[in-house]
């Protein structure tokens, strides 16, 4: 494990290791699903993410693909249009946790005991483990004119990302929350029906270079609109498992990144 440095996280406004911080973040992400902690990196680190993400862009594996709103194969006991299987669009490049280059600050941020700790407590898990294949710890995410991240649930139960640069505009990660109860098995089909036709006016988030995100996406709806503009938005999601020596499966290693490893 590496030690954080003030140089990379703002620690004057977020002391990591404070349990009265900590516990401020959980009580947030338990009430609200989402948990914002606006300029979390500092403008030092900040600069260096995103000059390694311009450097190492013609490094990415760019996607355009169709899916439904739960990221699995088409249910034949459904119609086309229907809730479960109408499709939606995304679009997006991204280079790996292979790609990264080993003194990043990503990866001291990634590897750091203060902030995994700090993961566990807020996120109420006893420890947290890398991805045992090479592509899917770290991930940055390059999104530029007319690209976007359709409505879908998330399959694990909480996502971490980092915005490192917003586009001149569009680009906003919208979501409702509580749309449908998985574990219940509760779909909820009617009321992902009305997200899917803009009838319910979702919650928007108004994010800031160096801000962190600790969202549950598992049973709200969420997107990325379309990004408009010259500026490429650079996103950095931060992959943990709860349990160790988990690979992401070759099937969505191939989809995502378009290799095994």
Same mark, same amino acid.
């Given at each position: %494990?590496?030690? +954080?440095?003030? @140089? =990379?996280?703002?620690?004057?406004?977020?002391?990591?290791?404070?349990?009265? $911080?900590?516990?401020?973040?959980?009580?947030? /992400?338990?009430?609200?699903?989402?948990?914002?902690?606006?300029?979390?990196?500092?403008?030092?680190?900040?600069?260096?993410?995103?000059?390694?993400?311009? @450097?190492?862009? !013609?490094?990415?594996? $760019?996607?355009?693909?169709? !899916?439904? =709103?739960?990221?699995?194969?088409?249910?034949? *006991? $459904?119609?086309?249009?229907?809730?479960?299987?109408?499709?939606?669009?995304?679009?997006?490049?991204?280079?790996?946790?292979?790609? =990264?280059?080993?003194?990043? *600050?990503?990866?001291?941020?990634?590897?750091?005991?203060?902030?995994?700790? +700090?993961?566990?407590?807020?996120?109420?898990?006893?420890?947290?483990?890398?991805?045992?294949?090479?592509?899917?710890?770290?991930?940055? !995410? #390059?999104?530029?004119?007319?690209?976007?991240?359709?409505?879908?649930?998330?399959?694990?139960?909480?996502?971490?990302?980092?915005?490192?640069?917003?586009? *001149?505009?569009?680009?906003?990660? *919208? #979501?409702?929350?509580?749309?449908?109860?998985?574990?219940?098995?509760? %779909?909820?089909?009617? /009321?992902?029906?009305?997200?899917? @036709?803009?009838?319910?006016?979702?919650?928007?988030?108004?994010?800031?270079?160096?801000? +962190?995100?600790?969202?549950?996406?598992?049973?709200? %709806? !969420?997107?990325?609109?379309?990004?408009?503009?010259?500026?490429?938005?650079?996103?950095?999601?931060?992959? #943990?498992?709860?349990?160790?020596? =988990?690979?992401?499966?070759?099937?969505?290693? %191939?989809?995502?990144?378009?290799?095994?490893?």
């Amino acid at each position: %494990m590496r030690n +954080l440095s003030g @140089d =990379i996280v703002n620690f004057e406004q977020y002391p990591l290791s404070d349990s009265r $911080f900590r516990a401020q973040c959980k009580g947030k /992400l338990d009430g609200d699903g989402v948990l914002v902690l606006d300029n979390f990196l500092t403008s030092l680190a900040i600069a260096s993410i995103r000059g390694e993400g311009i @450097d190492n862009q !013609h490094l990415a594996y $760019f996607t355009e693909k169709n !899916h439904n =709103i739960y990221l699995s194969p088409a249910d034949p *006991e $459904f119609l086309s249009d229907h809730p479960r299987n109408r499709e939606v669009v995304s679009s997006k490049g991204c280079i790996t946790t292979d790609q =990264i280059p080993d003194g990043s *600050e990503l990866r001291v941020l990634y590897d750091a005991l203060e902030f995994r700790d +700090l993961l566990c407590a807020v996120l109420d898990i006893e420890e947290l483990y890398d991805y045992a294949d090479p592509l899917s710890s770290i991930n940055l !995410h #390059y999104a530029s004119n007319g690209q976007e991240l359709g409505w879908h649930f998330d399959n694990s139960s909480f996502a971490i990302t980092l915005l490192i640069q917003p586009p *001149e505009y569009g680009g906003d990660f *919208e #979501y409702v929350k509580d749309v449908r109860d998985a574990d219940q098995g509760h %779909m909820n089909y009617q /009321l992902s029906q009305k997200v899917l @036709d803009g009838k319910i006016p979702p919650e928007k988030l108004s994010l800031g270079a160096g801000s +962190l995100v600790l969202f549950r996406g598992r049973n709200s %709806m !969420h997107r990325v609109t379309p990004v408009k503009g010259n500026q490429t938005r650079l996103l950095v999601v931060l992959a #943990y498992n709860t349990e160790p020596g =988990i690979s992401l499966s070759e099937s969505a290693r %191939m989809t995502f990144y378009g290799r095994l490893g």
